[in-house]
């Protein structure tokens, strides 16, 4: 059983919106820490937009005021809105979720790295035309 599923990419013009949905099968408690990720082609891997269990979102700031992440916590459900597309964001948009880390030193947690997000779903391709 896939622990995350993606769903929603496609193609829009520059300008459209889209909206992705991650369903989870794992158990993404209060412990968990839930993201999109993007993928263009040719580039790193990069962050898009995180939530942590007490529900502080993150966004990078290419995408601020255009993308909104939010959770059904009923549904285990992630969702990602994303408005005012542009060519730029075209990429694999991918979900993921991981447990939140410790930090002795501040004694507070962090959400994972990039790199240390346990599970991913199989990425769903996102095309913004000009």
């Known amino acids: 059983q896939v622990p995350l599923v993606e769903s929603g990419g496609g193609t829009v013009q520059a300008g459209g919106s889209l909206r992705l949905s991650c369903a989870a099968s794992?158990?993404?408690?209060?412990?968990?820490?839930m993201g999109w990720f993007r993928q263009a082609p040719g580039k790193e891997r990069e962050g898009v937009t995180t939530i942590d269990p007490d529900g502080i979102i993150i966004y990078v700031s290419s995408v601020k005021g255009r993308f909104t992440l939010s959770k059904d916590s009923a549904k285990n459900t992630l969702y990602l809105q994303m408005n005012s597309l542009k060519p730029e964001d075209t990429a694999i948009y991918y979900c993921a979720a991981g447990a939140r880390k410790w930090m002795p030193g501040v004694r507070r947690y962090r959400c994972p790295n990039i790199s240390e997000y346990t599970y991913w779903g199989q990425g769903t391709q996102v095309t913004v035309s000009s």
């Open positions: 794992v158990m993404t408690d209060g412990t968990f820490c």
